[in-house]
């Protein structure tokens, strides 16, 4: 089979099957030594010519707060959008349609045995900062990331990583990986072996198109990036610099696109969509994976109790929720999945509107009255809570509202509690999105429900026995050959994942992008949570911008 090279990104072809800095750090670093320098007179990379029509600057401002810019186990969703512009992996994902497209790689892994593959570097890979990209520095990448509690599970089908020659990547597997293999080597990005963890955390580097120049996230803050002079994949950086914004505010964020400080933002208010097509923008909604979820704390009574976790599911009048939350813009659950992702099953459980059923669960579990505290966090998802506490009252159960900033919701609960203890929370509300690793059942099965700190800490569900059950269930599914045969087995997964619901979505929201499009050559939203501008050419506005 011969590699395909990366193809500039095609409008949309998804159907889906188919620790927080507060200071500004200055990340522009200069090459060493051996890198050499770039051709005096020369342009880099990126740079606008004169009179080109195009704009110095693409703006943009996204809802999202916090988290570490470390590429290893990243989880915050700023910086793992951040992250696709400025790492590159071994393979890349087309956000638009999930393909696995080359990347670091010059070619598909090659098989040498039944458990190895081997996978050849591209020639003269450097990072932003000059050095040379070794395999090296992809063996410490893959290792750093094996060992991170987040993306553990989703690796552990590597037994070990070398490199076999100055150019060639060796990897064994515990297991068969079969088609899915591409796909999540293309969760690992490649930085320097070199940075500590201490530079990881505060001034990363990578291969990617654009490199950081500046992170300030105080007072929600900014991300600023320029061109990485040294870049030489297919999506070149297109302008002098990119600027992201950081604003949670829904009528302060639009504001920000209405009065042309910004061309693109995401999670645009559905309840202000007049005010954006008004001043010119356009509002794209793409169906996708994006879903608030409630968590329970599985070591606690009466939230052990399954009855009690699917009494507080059914008691939710999830259809009016999503007419009152997202004006429509979404889909009430079937199952872990949307119906229109690939190895979609509607499960034998599916939580619809049934108070009596609620309160017969509760009383059966012998609950006659529950007051919990739901935490949630204090962006769209604490209207959505407001919302859960009013259909709870219904049957009886008082729900406290407590909002957390995004930074510290989890922050108490991420560590698994020592014998006997349990964790300070009762139910949790806060939104995920997963499909921005990969749109494939066995990735996102293994996101919330693997052996990581969901399961460990958090939903505290991997001490139970269905918790087991599910863990064999993704491996046998894993190791086969047969396709039908897979999907009964994930067909069992979403079964017993949505019986019982340790952590379990409400509905799939659309994503809803607002963006000036003459001015966005070559932009197209994804259905991902983050925003991706690979690709895409900011355009001169004569008489506005």
């Excluded at 060639?168 to 070199?194: C, I, N, Q, W």
């Excluded at 007049?274 to 996708?288: F, H, M, R, S």
């Excluded at 429509?328 to 939580?351: K, M, N, Q």
Aim: charged share 20%; with cysteine.
């Amino acid at each position: 089979m011969q590699p395909t090279a990366r193809p500039s990104l095609s409008r949309r072809a998804f159907v889906a099957g188919s620790a927080a800095i507060a200071a500004t750090l200055a990340l522009g670093g200069c090459a060493r030594d051996e890198a050499g320098s770039a051709a005096s007179g020369e342009p880099e990379p990126g740079a606008t010519p004169p009179d080109s029509g195009v704009a110095a600057a693409l703006t943009a401002v996204l809802p999202y707060e916090g988290g570490s810019c470390n590429p290893v186990g990243a989880s915050s969703a700023l910086f793992i959008a951040a992250g696709w512009h400025v790492y590159e992996g071994l393979y890349e994902l087309d956000l638009h349609t999930y393909r696995p497209e080359l990347g670091l790689a010059a070619d598909i892994p090659m098989q040498v045995s039944e458990l190895e593959y081997e996978v050849t570097l591209r020639d003269n890979l450097r990072f932003s900062d000059g050095s040379v990209l070794t395999v090296e520095d992809v063996c410490n990448a893959f290792r750093l990331n094996m060992e991170s509690d987040t993306y553990g599970a989703l690796l552990s089908f590597i037994q070990a990583v070398v490199a076999k020659d100055e150019q060639t990547v060796r990897f064994t597997l515990s297991s068969p990986m079969g088609s899915l293999l591409r796909e999540r080597l293309a969760l690992v990005r490649v930085f320097p072996a070199h940075l500590t963890p201490e530079e990881l955390e505060t001034a990363p580097v990578g291969s990617g198109p654009w490199r950081y120049d500046a992170i300030d996230l105080v007072e929600g803050g900014r991300i600023t990036f320029t061109p990485n002079p040294y870049y030489a994949g297919a999506f070149p950086a297109t302008c002098e610099r990119m600027e992201w914004s950081v604003i949670l505010d829904d009528e302060k964020r639009t504001a920000a696109l209405t009065e042309k400080r910004a061309l693109c933002i995401e999670a645009a208010p559905e309840v202000l969509a007049d005010q954006i097509t008004a001043a010119g923008a356009t509002i794209e909604y793409v169906p996708g994976f994006a879903a608030p979820f409630l968590m329970f704390n599985c070591l606690k009574a009466p939230f052990d109790d399954v009855r009690v976790r699917q009494a507080l599911l059914y008691a939710l009048d999830v259809d009016s929720l999503i007419a009152q939350i997202t004006a429509g813009h979404a889909r009430a659950c079937t199952s872990l999945l949307p119906d229109y992702f690939r190895g979609y099953h509607r499960a034998s459980t599916v939580y619809s509107y049934d108070k009596e059923k609620a309160r017969a669960l509760l009383t059966d579990a012998g609950v006659e009255e529950l007051a919990l505290t739901l935490r949630c966090n204090d962006n769209w998802v604490s209207e959505l809570a407001a919302a859960l506490a009013e259909d709870w009252a219904a049957i009886g159960v008082t729900a406290e509202v407590v909002p957390y900033d995004t930074a510290e919701l989890f922050a108490d609960i991420s560590t698994a509690p020592e014998a006997d203890a349990v964790l300070p929370f009762d139910v949790v509300l806060s939104p995920g999105d997963p499909s921005c690793f990969g749109n494939d059942p066995d990735l996102l099965i293994n996101w919330w429900y693997g052996d990581n700190v969901w399961t460990r800490a958090r939903s505290c569900w991997a001490a139970s026995t269905p918790f087991a059950t599910l863990t064999q269930l993704v491996q046998d599914a894993r190791v086969t050959t047969d396709e039908a045969e897979q999907q009964e087995l994930w067909n069992q997964c979403f079964d017993l994942i949505a019986a019982e619901a340790p952590l379990y979505p409400l509905f799939h929201r659309e994503t809803a992008t607002a963006y000036y499009e003459a001015q966005l050559d070559g932009y197209d939203p994804i259905s991902a949570t983050g925003l991706l501008f690979l690709g895409t050419t900011p355009m001169k506005e004569t008489d506005t911008l």
